[in-house]
């Protein structure tokens, strides 16, 4: 299908989905939100590992379109809102991991983006933040939420209500990246750690994602009760049986994802 806004590239089972709109430096509008919702509609189903980035050395998404949401009224502003969470919302639950590699800018939407995927690395030019209060709005597309569960409600409530943006370091040793390279480096090294997953049994690392999600808001109890009963489904897997005869037998293991 062709997109107005998206570039989608596909090899070796990872597809690359890169947002392009570079006269707004990737801002997000309806129309780039609906089109990622039908792309992940029709994401092949042989895909193992999805790559997400942004069009251009500048920015990965720079944010929400402020022109689109300037003349909006209350009950248009959460219907904004609800499109950028249940898009979002669906990238956060895709049965494969999803790695966000953020080249420049993401800030507001940007951010919010970069949080609902698995993994996010970046290239040391990044620029993390929600700024949305200084707009007189606050994070819509479920910055709130997501912000406090990685980095912590003390530096998430410092950052939303100031407006601060953190540089790329900064965004490391506060785990909200998993690690920063050079411009040239960034896609390289998500491809390479793409290529690591892909290489591992697909239904483990399916059921090992939504046993992480799941589990996340559970107590102790229900979630260690929730993974004992993925890890006994594994056993009713093929892929289990090739991977434990592989090890036994000193071989590479041959997924076939059954």
């Given at each position: 299908?062709?997109y107005?806004?998206?570039?989608?590239?596909?090899e070796n089972?990872?597809?690359?989905?890169?947002?392009?709109?570079?006269?707004?430096?990737?801002?997000?509008n309806s129309?780039?939100?609906?089109?990622?919702?039908?792309?992940?509609?029709?994401?092949?189903?042989?895909?193992k590992?999805?790559?997400?980035?942004?069009?251009?050395?500048?920015?990965f998404?720079?944010?929400?379109?402020?022109?689109e949401?300037?003349?909006?009224n209350?009950?248009?502003?959460?219907?904004?809102?609800?499109?950028?969470?249940?898009?979002?919302?669906r990238?956060?639950?895709?049965?494969?991991?999803?790695?966000?590699?953020?080249n420049?800018?993401?800030?507001g939407?940007?951010?919010?983006?970069?949080m609902?995927?698995?993994i996010?690395?970046?290239?040391?030019?990044?620029r993390f933040?929600q700024p949305?209060v200084?707009?007189?709005?606050?994070?819509?597309?479920?910055?709130?939420y997501?912000?406090?569960k990685?980095?912590?409600?003390?530096?998430?409530?410092?950052?939303?209500?100031s407006?601060?943006?953190?540089?790329?370091?900064?965004a490391?040793?506060?785990?909200?990246?998993?690690?920063?390279?050079?411009q040239?480096?960034?896609l390289?090294?998500a491809?390479?750690?793409?290529?690591?997953?892909?290489?591992?049994?697909p239904?483990?690392?399916?059921?090992?994602?939504?046993?992480?999600?799941?589990?996340?808001?559970?107590?102790a109890?229900?979630?260690?009760?929730?993974?004992?009963k993925?890890?006994?489904?594994?056993?009713?897997?093929?892929?289990?049986?090739?991977?434990?005869?592989?090890?036994?037998?000193?071989?590479?293991?041959?997924?076939k994802n059954?």
């Open positions: 299908m062709e107005s806004y998206l570039k989608v590239k596909s089972a990872v597809c690359t989905l890169t947002i392009s709109a570079p006269k707004s430096l990737n801002a997000l129309i780039i939100l609906k089109e990622i919702d039908s792309f992940l509609d029709q994401l092949d189903k042989n895909i590992v999805l790559v997400i980035t942004g069009d251009g050395e500048k920015s998404v720079a944010g929400a379109d402020i022109s949401m300037c003349n909006l209350d009950e248009e502003g959460e219907t904004f809102g609800r499109l950028g969470a249940r898009v979002f919302r990238i956060e639950t895709l049965p494969i991991p999803v790695i966000a590699a953020v420049g800018f993401a800030l939407g940007g951010c919010e983006l970069a609902a995927c698995d996010r690395i970046c290239s040391d030019n990044a933040g949305e200084g707009l007189g709005i606050i994070p819509g597309f479920s910055g709130t997501r912000l406090a990685l980095v912590g409600m003390g530096y998430a409530k410092e950052m939303i209500y407006g601060k943006a953190i540089k790329a370091d900064e490391l040793r506060i785990g909200l990246v998993n690690a920063v390279y050079t040239e480096e960034l390289e090294a491809y390479k750690m793409a290529a690591k997953i892909c290489a591992m049994a239904i483990a690392v399916r059921y090992a994602k939504e046993c992480i999600n799941a589990e996340y808001d559970l107590d109890d229900a979630a260690i009760a929730y993974e004992n993925v890890f006994g489904q594994c056993f009713a897997t093929r892929d289990q049986k090739e991977g434990m005869e592989a090890f036994l037998n000193k071989r590479n293991a041959e997924f059954e």
